[in-house]
């Protein structure tokens, strides 16, 4: 690969493709497009729209110095060979809403998106994005018949961001020195970690009173909720990208970045055939380990409990979508 310093050109780039043109859809083809990290295919099923936002984005590389390419298609021949694959079509969330709502609408928009997908990137890493997240992760796994290490679901990510920011306004302290964890489903049984979320390395239980510290984990519980009900007629896009564009990143550069994300768990944590948010090191083959934290017994049952709501959740799908069962 060979860059340009003045002007970035990058020899042989690489190719993510965002399905869904959406808010989290187009705002992340920007944050990978701008912080030049591959070329970016951006797909929908409305005619037009794709278009308009790649070409927008297209008359934008000169003034935001890179040289990226932005496709916006209807068509899944144009993701061919793609490095990596984010889903993000769906139907957002529409206040009242439950995350869980969400699952018949868009299980069929999931399934349908990654079997035409990984006809053209069958090498891919396939990241999905798409609510109810844990339970879509695990409809295109099956779907796809891709390895664990291949097929992702952002979630802890965004909800550790969400603590570590709720952690940096109460103690007044830059984001950048907080360190926030987040395990289990991406929902209201989500499980905080204070014990291993820290400040500049201290941990916050020494720095909040456990009153303070419940009212912040029951924000992030519900920090996706706080947005819908401000908005009205949305959802959350601008952190959901970001938050999908370091996942992006850790695989495109290969960093190994420890990350919450939902992944297959084959026994770990005590957990069999469930998709939900444990640590792992993202890096260019996808899901490089899983580390197991050592948790106490509370912190241990509330992802277990996360997990058979996920599992239940899962069950009750499995008849719609015989057809993708392995």
Request: glycine share 8%; charged share 20%.
């Amino acid at each position: 690969m060979i860059y340009s310093p003045s002007f970035p050109v990058l020899c042989h780039s690489p190719r993510v493709t965002v399905i869904g043109a959406g808010r989290v859809g187009s705002t992340l083809a920007q944050r990978i497009a701008e912080k030049n990290l591959a070329d970016v295919v951006l797909l929908d099923i409305v005619e037009g729209i794709p278009q308009g936002l790649a070409l927008d984005l297209m008359e934008a590389r000169g003034m935001e110095l890179h040289n990226r390419k932005i496709i916006g298609t209807n068509n899944y021949a144009d993701t061919s060979g793609s490095h990596v694959v984010v889903i993000t079509a769906g139907f957002p969330r529409k206040p009242g809403m439950s995350r869980d709502d969400l699952l018949l609408m868009n299980a069929k928009i999931v399934v349908e998106s990654v079997t035409k997908a990984i006809a053209y990137s069958p090498n891919a890493i396939y990241i999905v994005v798409t609510n109810p997240l844990d339970v879509m992760t695990y409809l295109a796994w099956q779907a796809t018949g891709l390895p664990r290490d291949r097929i992702m679901g952002m979630a802890g990510v965004l909800d550790s961001a969400r603590f570590q920011t709720f952690i940096a306004m109460e103690l007044e302290v830059a984001p950048t020195d907080v360190n926030a964890i987040v395990l289990g489903s991406h929902g209201d049984l989500m499980v905080p970690l204070p014990r291993y979320s820290t400040v500049n390395g201290i941990p916050i239980t020494e720095l909040l009173d456990a009153a303070t510290i419940e009212r912040l984990v029951e924000r992030t519980r519900h920090g996706g909720a706080e947005i819908v009900g401000l908005m009205q007629s949305g959802s959350a896009f601008f952190a959901p990208a970001s938050s999908t564009c370091v996942m992006v990143e850790s695989i495109l550069l290969n960093q190994s970045r420890l990350l919450p994300v939902t992944a297959y768990l084959q026994g770990e944590y005590g957990l069999k055939d469930i998709f939900i948010g444990v640590p792992c090191h993202l890096a260019s083959d996808g899901i490089e380990r899983i580390l197991e934290l050592n948790l106490t017994d509370a912190e241990r049952s509330a992802l277990s409990t996360s997990a058979q709501v996920i599992r239940k959740i899962i069950d009750k799908t499995q008849e719609n979508f015989v057809g993708v069962s392995r």
